[in-house]
């Protein structure tokens, strides 16, 4: 089993930024990519964006060029730094992570963190 574990939420105005942490713990030795994914009311959740623990990342359209995914030093901690936040960007932001960029957003999520973008 994986545990993935969120923070860094909050409310920002727009124009604003935020920085999300992941940390997972558990059998992570074959979980090769993580990523986050965001929920927003009445929304489907989509993804944001994914990294692989070589580094090679992945990003939603709305996410590219405004948000920056990142691999902490060690194998198990993600970031998600997220500038010129806009109210659309508010949701309900989950981690997850998986062996391939196939079973990312499929097995393992985290609890999730608010974020709030005020107009």
């Known amino acids: 089993q994986v545990q993935l574990e969120e923070s860094g939420g909050g409310l920002v105005q727009a124009g604003g930024s935020l920085r999300l942490s992941c940390v997972a713990s558990?059998?992570?030795?074959?979980?090769?990519?993580m990523g986050w994914y965001r929920q927003a009311p009445g929304k489907q959740r989509e993804f944001v964006a994914g990294?692989?623990?070589?580094?090679?990342?992945r990003y939603a359209v709305s996410a590219a060029g405004r948000f920056s995914i990142s691999r902490g030093n060690i194998k198990n901690t993600v970031y998600l730094q997220m500038n010129s936040l806009k109210p659309e960007d508010t949701a309900v932001y989950y981690c997850?992570?998986?062996?391939?960029?196939?079973?990312?957003?499929?097995?393992?999520w985290g609890q999730g963190t608010q974020v709030t973008v005020s107009s």
């Open positions: 558990g059998s992570i030795f074959s979980m090769n990519v």
């Open positions: 990294i692989t623990s070589g580094t090679n990342k």
């Open positions: 997850s992570t998986g062996t391939d960029w196939s079973r990312l957003g499929t097995d393992y």
